[in-house]
T-cell receptor, first 117, second 113 residues
Framework: AQSVTQLGSHVSVSEGALVLLRCNYS??????LFWYVQYPNQGLQLLLK??????LVKGINGFEAEFKKSETSFHLTKPSAHMSDAAEYFC???????????????FGPGTRLSVLP | DGGITQSPKYLFRKEGQNVTLSCEQN?????MYWYRQDPGQGLRLIYY???????QKGDIAEGYSVSREKKESFPLTVTSAQKNPTAFYLC????????????FGSGTRLTVV
């Protein structure tokens, strides 16, 4: 069975500082990996995804993530935090080989990012 | 533009009432999902449907019911049997063929008054 862990339920950074949100997964097969962002009282929006190919994935709003198979990680980074980045971030994994693709989608518990002025 | 529409955005329910949350998608996605989100908690799966006229219970299905009569629509009914329904409800969909991630609606905040 797949699982996702996100280290740190709450991360605070100063404006302009590096953002690093951690995600580790367990999966018996090579997974598809996703990062989503949720602003207050809104749905989740896809930031970026890894399916196959290049392991460094660039997404919207200046975010990127690197798939490291040996570490079973997919950490999210942004070089310089902006006040508008304050939100909840969710990592998710999917078993790409499963017949029931959607059924195997698993979300992490989320990390709340605060950006301090 | 394609997407998922949830309505209403805010909903108030009296004790003992059933209420229905709407979810409509025009993405031609096969599967649709309902999640519940409580403050400080992640997403918990209520029900999902992979094909019209079929649906499966998720982790917290008690007190909820769904239908999938059309590919585009997946309404969720919160029944009076759900003792603590106050939460943020999210609908999502995905395509098996395209193997993309989930697309989410903007959510419905349900409050018991």
């Amino acid at each position: 069975a797949q699982s996702v862990t996100q280290l740190g339920s709450h991360v605070s950074v100063s404006e302009g500082a590096l953002v690093l949100l951690r995600c580790n997964y367990s999966s018996s097969v090579p997974p598809y990996l996703f990062w989503y962002v949720q602003y207050p009282n809104q749905g989740l929006q896809l930031l970026l995804k890894y399916t196959t190919g290049a392991t460094l994935v660039k997404g919207i709003n200046g975010f990127e993530a690197e798939f490291k198979k040996s570490e079973t990680s997919f950490h999210l980074t942004k070089p310089s935090a902006h006040m508008s980045d304050a939100a909840e971030y969710f990592c998710a994994v999917s078993d790409q080989h499963g017949d029931n693709y959607g059924q195997n989608f698993v979300f992490g518990p989320g990390t709340r990012l605060s950006v301090l002025p | 533009d394609g997407g998922i529409t949830q309505s209403p955005k805010y909903l108030f329910r009296k004790e003992g009432q059933n209420v229905t949350l709407s979810c409509e998608q025009n993405l031609n996605h096969d599967a649709m999902y309902w999640y519940r989100q409580d403050p400080g908690q992640g997403l918990r799966l209520i029900y999902y449907s992979q094909i019209v006229n079929d649906f499966q219970k998720g982790d917290i299905a008690e007190g909820y019911s769904v239908s999938r009569e059309k590919k585009e629509s997946f309404p969720l009914t919160v029944t009076s049997a759900q003792k603590n329904p106050t939460a943020f409800y999210l609908c999502a969909s995905t395509s098996y063929r395209d193997r993309v991630g989930y697309t989410f609606g903007s959510g419905t905040r349900l409050t018991v008054v």
